[in-house]
């Protein structure tokens, strides 16, 4: 029986909405996405923000090399790392190495071509697969050890920063010449890094959303004790999901190293890492765990590299970024609480 045959027929309010407090139906239907997508709102956000710019400051906002640099050097390192967080903060964890594998991955390219011979392809397998590794360790430090992410992921932060500032002296290095030509497909052309970011928000979107692991990855953060009774492994799920955020960090920071053509010490960092977390919260993913969407922490990457892009342009200084990331944080999560309480409302 649907259900408006279910209701009583007081119930039911004539098309146009109850008298004297109509509301227009394109409203009507606007506001209603609104309180079904969480990535409604940052949308309508991003789109907000780009219109602004691109009118206000056209010349230069809308420039052929403007573009790319907010789309490839801005947006992309924060929506790449941004998807291995979501994946970690459904699951009710956070990873705040990411960064310092970012800062690190290229260094170990460095040293395995330049210093020990090894072909230019296995160097850079190797350097993703040091993401692996240290997912693996947090990993194994958080489930197996039980101790919270939070503090792993600090303590692993401290020792790949200290690693790459005592191997690299704190002097940047040359991109290996023999890598040149594979850079550009990894991250020095123009526009491949925002490619990267498209090509794996669809991919991770698809994961999360119409495979087994996405399913489980959620209720995993929903309710872990449910979900091991249930028959899930959801210390392999956490497990997994740390290896995929360290991976996406290494990757990032090769990306960004071939397109400045410089491997620098104090790139990457906890900078780039917080910019990811606060697109995911953006977005719409919980901090709690439970739920979370990777096409909103991709528009949230969009809304803060415009920011950051735009007040640029705008000849802003960069000091008030903080506080225009920090109330946009905070509203979000108000606007999500309220969001989510309003489809709750809704289903009931």
């Known amino acids: 029986m649907s259900e408006i045959t279910e209701r009583s ?37 991003a789109v907000v923000l780009l219109l602004y710019f691109g009118i206000r400051y056209n010349s230069t906002f809308v420039s052929q090399t403007n573009l790319a640099n907010l789309l490839s050097e801005t947006a992309a390192p924060i929506i790449i790392i941004a998807i291995g967080e979501v994946f970690l903060l459904i699951c009710g964890e956070i990873d705040l190495s990411a960064g310092f594998v970012f800062t690190f991955a290229p260094f170990l390219m460095h040293y395995l071509i330049d210093f020990y011979g090894v072909p230019v392809v296995a160097a850079i397998i190797i350097a993703l697969l040091f993401g692996v590794v240290v997912g693996w360790v947090n990993g194994f430090l958080t489930v197996t050890m039980g101790l919270p992410s939070f503090i792993t992921t600090l303590g692993t932060g401290f020792i790949l920063l200290g690693l790459t ?163 946009a944080i905070l509203l979000s999560m108000i606007a999500n609480v309220r969001l989510a309480r309003l489809r709750a409302a809704g289903r009931n």
């Open 165 to 327: 500032l005592t191997t690299s002296h704190a002097y940047p290095a040359t991109i290996p010449a023999s890598s040149v030509g594979i850079g550009r497909w990894i991250g020095a052309a123009p526009w491949s890094q925002f490619i990267w970011a498209l090509a794996l928000t669809a991919i991770f979107y698809i994961v999360l959303t119409r495979t087994r692991w996405g399913l489980h990855t959620i209720a995993t953060g929903g309710n872990q004790l449910g979900a091991r009774e249930s028959g899930i492994k959801t210390g392999r799920i956490k497990y997994g999901n740390f290896m995929l955020t360290s991976t996406l960090g290494a990757l990032v920071g090769l990306q960004v190293a071939f397109y400045v053509n410089t491997i620098d010490p104090s790139a990457g960092g906890y900078q780039p890492m917080f910019y990811a977390v606060t697109a995911a919260v953006i977005g719409g993913t919980a901090m709690l765990g439970g739920q979370g969407t990777i096409l909103g922490a991709f528009l949230g990457g969009i809304v803060l590299a415009t920011l950051i892009n735009g007040l640029n342009v705008a000849g802003i200084s960069a000091n008030p970024l903080n506080i225009v990331f920090g109330l």
């Open 9 to 45: 027929p007081q119930a039911v309010s004539p098309p146009g909405g109850p008298p004297g407090r109509s509301v227009p139906g394109p409203l009507r239907s606007a506001l209603g996405l609104l309180g079904r997508q969480r990535e409604a709102t940052v949308f309508v956000v």
